[in-house]
């Protein structure tokens, strides 16, 4: 009762657990290819900058000319024509990269490659012209490493699900084969349940980059019908598609202990600064990060340590409350009898200074996101939606 009394008083909660990483990828610099789409082959004395590749029946050429600039064929994947062209002149003969219909360039960090319309851009410049569209979308290359995970592909995929989400309409996401898709605990078919059947246009979000789990998590402002709500969000991705999508869907009702302000958690993203790199002299490292969500977690409330005493903690945008209120610091560490709070899932972002943990709190399936930096906690957000589990156990 006591726990529960301290619980219900500080309105907390959340938690984390690793996923899988993503493979790693080619590193010889070939263009990379996602489901159904193939790369092309490097000319004599080629280079190329990283081909891009396609979703299913996508075009990925990766084919380069020659360091004298001469004809270079490009390479085709399942459902995409083969495009010829004389390659210019260029330093040792630029590779030419095409993606799926309106894709992206296959040089640079990956972006995602659309479906239906022209043959996407070259990966570099003195190619040849590339392949002809292809099927439904792939995550373009990084590079040239096939299965790299860059903070570049988290937030192209992070921007594409949010587009589908507003259109309701999935089929241009790089989706793995077995994806699996939760709102509020619920497992579901993407695109035929929740909000993807009331979604609008994307209000606000601030997300986290975890490059070492190749996963994205997202605390947003979203319209559901004509009602803007909280919302969290989680996708991981393997080989550049993803496999898990992980949502919560805040609407009135659904958490009991305060009413959300969605206003209120749009402000944050420049009260708190989430998304801002952080000084690498001020960094804290990924461990630190993980072991200051678990002791948060596993000894909670007893395990709210180093916050600064600016530190604020909002939940679906509500509470504002001081980040130590109804909480203390312990000065042990968690041992095997402490799990107040199971940390399901724990990522860090050591860039921007994010801790992301995921848990089950008091009848809620709980995003918490923590902004740390000079080793103090700065700001905590929660995002609580109503579910007995999170469909993830």
Known sequence: MALRAALAASCLVSALACSESADPGDPSGNGGSAAGGQSGSAGAGAQPTGGASSGSGGTASGAAGTASGASGASGSAT??????GAGASGAAGAGAGASGASGQSGAGSGGVSGTSGAAGDSGSAGGGSGGAPGGNAGMAGSGGTTGECTRELLSNATDAYFEALEAQDPSTLPLAAGVKFTENGE????GEAGLWLTAGALVYKHTAFDTEECSAMSQAVVPDGNMDIPFALRLKLVAQQITEIETIAVRPGDYSLGASNTAALASSGASVGWEDPVPEAE???REEIIAWMDKYFRMFPAGVCNTSSAC???ENGGGDFMCTAGASCS???PGP????LTPRLILADVETGLGVGFTIFMGNTDMHMFKMHG???HGVSAVLGQAGMSGWE
């Open 375 to 377: 080793g103090e906690v």
């Open 337 to 340: 009898g402490d799990n107040e």
């Open 187 to 190: 497992v579901a078919e993407l």
């Open 79 to 84: 459902g995409g024509q083969a495009g010829a």
């Open 331 to 333: 000065p042990d560490d």
């Open 312 to 314: 604020r903690r909002i």
């Open 283 to 285: 960094r804290n490292t």
